[in-house]
Each structure stands twice: as C-alpha cells, then as structure tokens.
C-alpha cells in the first residue's frame, strides 16, 4: 500500500531480492539412504522408487552428469508388457495456486524415447495409486532445454515451466506413454529400457518466494521414511484403496517494503539525522508494527564529489545512523539489519547537475516480510 509523506519522502515497492530455493531435496542423489532391512546404503534419500533401489540406483563418477550418483527409471522391458518403474519424492513446501515453477533436470537414454517421459504432480503419494501409468495422463511430458532430444546416450538438460494447483505434495517421473516399449535393446545382455535422471530441481519463478517456515521438520520427516523394500511393498498394500493425502504448507511470500530517506533529512555533509525525517520513520515503522520481518537492509550512497574513501564512510555512517533509528522505534525487533555504503557506485540519475547530484544522496531502506 502506498503511504503518502511529503514531498521529501519517497516509499514504494522495490522489485524483489531472490529468496527461491530448491522445492525437492537430493535432486542430485548423492545423499545416501541407510534402508530399514538391510542397514546398507541402497537407495538415495528422499527418492523412492517402486521396485528395488538396488537396481534403479548408480554410483558411477564416470557415468554420473555431477557427483557420483544418479537414478534410473525403467521404461520398458522386453519379456513383460508394460512393465515399467518410477521414482518418485515428497514436495519441501507447497505450491500456490496458479504461481509458476521450473523444473530441470538432466537425462540421458540409449534408446529413443525421452519424449515419453513424464511428470506428475499429485496430493497423495504416487506409490499408492492403483492405475497403470499407460493410464495416466501426466502433468508434464519432458521437454529439452534447447532444440530437441538428440539420439545418443549423453546428458541432455530438460527445462519445463509448471503453472501449480495449489494441491501439489509429491512429484513422480515415469514413462507415461500408451504405447508400450518392448522388444530387443540392441544392447548386449541388457533387457530394461532404461532412463537416467541427475540433478533434479523445482524452483518458484516469483522472486518472492522462499522457503515455509516449518520446511526443517519437513525435510526431517522426508529423509525418516526408510523402508525400501519388502517394509515398502508392505505400506503399498496396507494404503492401496485409500491413498492418504499430504497437506504440506506452502512457500512463504516474501514483501518487500522500501523507504528511501534524501539528502535533505541529514546534516550537511554528516550522518546525522535531521528531526524532520522523524515523523516519516515513526509512521514507517508504525506500519511494520506487529509483521513477520525476515531482515532489514539499509544502504547509504552519497555523489560523486569529494573523495572514495570518505564517501564510503559517509554513505555507511548515514546507513548505521538509519540503523539505528529504526532499533530505537522497533525495541522488539530481534531480525538482522544489514547496512552498507555504496558511496557513489549506484547512482539514481546523472551527477552532472546539482539536482542529479541531490537526488544520488540518499539512504535506502528494503524491508523483508512474509505474508
């Protein structure tokens, strides 16, 4: 909302800092899953696959896009219709209804059919469903980052943007084509369509958005969930009929509240505050009363005239002196406030006139809340 002050006094909305943080934990399947049954690393965290980890799992530095792990999908098998694997992991936080989000990943195939690899966001666990995937229309079949899918078996970057639900708590990715993939690989030994996947992440394309505020807890009772096996295939058949849904809380919004205090609301050539800016911060921290802040920072910037050295002291003294001013008016406050002096690097306009030259001096204060 905009607060009128006078004409001295500018506040408005600053375009936000990035708070996007990755949605999926492990996306790179280097942390390893100690498994209930056999108390060996067997599976990687987060990350559960439908039949057993041991054959769906790979530790390769050589084969591997980063690291030395990566995950496999089965995407057909030449001695049994449509049989077919999926991995599949439990969302950090939620998603807001119609916000938009990109998911990446890396991929690679022997055989020609990545166009046939889908993802499917769902509020239930994917592991307790009954259909058949051929059956299932998923959210996203897999699209290449540039061009198109080349045939070979190297890595190949996906980029999709995903406009949400509001539903979403897990991700599955799965071959989801009708048709079914099957006879010979032309590969010796090896009777598995095989599809890897490495470096898997689901970021909010909203600057704003940052991670929920109990995403500890959540990733703690995400990497808990140890069964793989036959402890796994026993929760499949106890949740078969009635999957359980899983509300989890969605992304914080983060808002961004910028006051900009002039040259004119200081000594000349000081740091110290002028008594007229005191009605302007009482009525911006009245404002700020009572909200969830997440931090504060405070930057001083000065002209370019005089030397560097003392205009990066003046523009980080004004910024402290700022600093100050808001503790005195805030007493409860207890979130960091970071301040800096940019001295004359950031200008607003020209330093060629004396109006150009007033409006550069200035301090600027954004102030982060979470809706």
Same mark, same amino acid.
């Given at each position: 909302?905009?607060?009128?002050?006078?004409?001295?006094?500018?506040?408005?909305?600053?375009?936000?800092?990035?708070?996007?943080?990755?949605?999926?934990?492990?996306?790179?399947?280097?942390?390893?899953?100690?498994?209930?049954?056999?108390?060996?690393?067997?599976?990687?965290?987060?990350? /559960?696959?439908?039949?057993?980890?041991?054959?769906?799992?790979?530790?390769?530095?050589?084969?591997?896009?980063?690291?030395?792990? $990566?995950?496999?999908?089965?995407?057909?098998?030449?001695?049994?219709?449509?049989?077919?694997?999926?991995?599949?992991?439990?969302?950090?936080?939620?998603?807001?209804?119609?916000?938009?989000?990109?998911?990446?990943?890396?991929?690679?195939?022997?055989?020609?059919?990545?166009?046939?690899?889908?993802?499917?966001?769902?509020?239930?666990?994917?592991? $307790?469903?009954?259909?058949?995937?051929?059956?299932?229309?998923?959210?996203?079949?897999?699209?290449?980052?540039?061009?198109?899918?080349?045939?070979?078996?190297?890595?190949?970057?996906?980029?999709?943007?995903?406009?949400?639900?509001?539903?979403?708590?897990?991700?599955?990715?799965?071959?989801?084509?009708?048709?079914?993939?099957?006879?010979?690989?032309?590969?010796?030994?090896?009777?598995?369509?095989?599809?890897?996947?490495?470096?898997?992440?689901?970021?909010?394309?909203?600057?704003?958005?940052?991670?929920?505020?109990?995403?500890?807890?959540?990733?703690?009772?995400?990497?808990?969930?140890?069964?793989?096996?036959?402890?796994?295939?026993?929760?499949?058949?106890?949740?078969?009929?009635?999957?359980?849904?899983?509300?989890? %809380?969605?992304?914080?919004?983060?808002?961004?509240?910028?006051?900009?205090?002039?040259?004119?609301?200081?000594?000349?050539?000081?740091?110290?505050?002028?008594?007229?800016?005191?009605?302007?911060?009482?009525?911006?921290?009245?404002?700020?009363?009572?909200?969830?802040?997440?931090?504060?920072?405070?930057?001083?910037?000065?002209?370019?005239?005089?030397?560097?050295?003392?205009?990066?002291?003046?523009?980080?003294?004004?910024?402290?002196?700022?600093?100050?001013? /808001?503790?005195?008016?805030?007493?409860?406050?207890?979130?960091?406030?970071?301040?800096?002096?940019?001295?004359?690097?950031? %200008?607003?306009?020209?330093?060629?006139?004396?109006?150009?030259?007033?409006?550069?001096?200035?301090?600027?204060?954004?102030?982060?809340?979470?809706?």
């Amino acid at each position: 909302m905009l607060m009128r002050f006078p004409v001295i006094a500018v506040l408005f909305f600053w375009p936000a800092h990035s708070f996007a943080q990755n949605l999926l934990l492990n996306g790179d399947f280097e942390e390893e899953n100690i498994c209930t049954e056999y108390k060996v690393n067997c599976a990687p965290e987060a990350w /559960i696959c439908n039949s057993d980890g041991f054959s769906n799992y790979f530790k390769d530095r050589n084969r591997a896009h980063s690291g030395e792990h $990566f995950m496999a999908i089965e995407a057909g098998f030449t001695r049994k219709p449509f049989q077919r694997t999926y991995i599949r992991s439990r969302l950090l936080c939620g998603l807001w209804k119609d916000h938009r989000y990109r998911l990446e990943f890396y991929v690679r195939s022997r055989h020609p059919i990545l166009d046939s690899i889908g993802v499917i966001f769902t509020p239930y666990d994917f592991l $307790f469903g009954q259909k058949r995937l051929q059956n299932i229309t998923p959210s996203l079949f897999i699209k290449p980052a540039k061009g198109a899918f080349v045939k070979d078996s190297v890595w190949q970057k996906v980029s999709m943007d995903y406009t949400a639900r509001g539903d979403e708590s897990f991700i599955t990715i799965a071959n989801f084509s009708r048709k079914d993939i099957n006879g010979e690989t032309n590969i010796l030994m090896e009777k598995h369509f095989f599809v890897f996947l490495d470096d898997i992440s689901l970021m909010p394309l909203d600057p704003r958005e940052s991670l929920c505020p109990g995403w500890k807890t959540n990733k703690q009772n995400i990497y808990d969930q140890d069964e793989r096996h036959e402890f796994l295939r026993q929760k499949i058949r106890q949740y078969k009929n009635d999957p359980p849904i899983v509300v989890i %809380p969605s992304t914080s919004l983060s808002v961004i509240d910028t006051l900009v205090l002039p040259d004119v609301l200081f000594a000349s050539g000081k740091a110290e505050l002028q008594k007229s800016s005191y009605r302007m911060l009482d009525s911006f921290c009245r404002k700020l009363s009572g909200k969830k802040i997440d931090s504060i920072v405070v930057e001083g910037h000065t002209d370019n005239t005089g030397n560097l050295q003392g205009n990066e002291k003046l523009s980080l003294d004004r910024a402290r002196a700022v600093e100050t001013a /808001i503790r005195q008016r805030l007493s409860s406050l207890s979130s960091a406030i970071i301040t800096r002096g940019w001295a004359d690097r950031k %200008p607003l306009t020209d330093n060629s006139t004396p109006a150009g030259r007033q409006q550069n001096r200035r301090v600027e204060m954004f102030v982060y809340t979470r809706e």
